[in-house]
């Protein structure tokens, strides 16, 4: 993914999870769960550094269990 849809991405996902804590502190690692305008279901990890910044990690297609997470977390909002 180019940054620019990346950042796209991480503004409309709505559910996001804490997935582990950094080497530095203050700064963790999350991932984020959306779905993208095309359709594809997508999880991006990423750092969120202590000035508030985003640093990707990576990104893929979500497996079916992280899409049934997907699917409750969206219909609870």
């Given amino acids: ?3 620019r849809r990346v950042e ?3 503004i409309r996902s709505h559910t996001y999870e804490s997935v ?3 080497k530095v502190k203050g700064e963790n690692v999350y991932a ?3 779905q993208t305008t095309g ?3 997508l999880v991006i ?3 969120r550094k202590s ?3 985003i640093v990707p990690i990576s990104a893929r297609e979500m497996d079916d269990k ?3 997470y997907y699917g409750k977390q969206k219909e609870s909002y």
Avoid: C, P, T
Wanted: charged share 25%; hydrophobic share 40%; no cysteine.
């Fill in 39 to 41: 359709g594809r279901y």
């Fill in 51 to 53: 000035a508030g910044s």
């Fill in 8 to 10: 796209e991405f991480l």
């Fill in 20 to 22: 582990s804590k950094g």
């Fill in 1 to 3: 993914m180019v940054f």
């Fill in 66 to 68: 992280e899409r049934r």
């Fill in 32 to 34: 984020a769960f959306g």
């Fill in 45 to 47: 990890f990423y750092i």
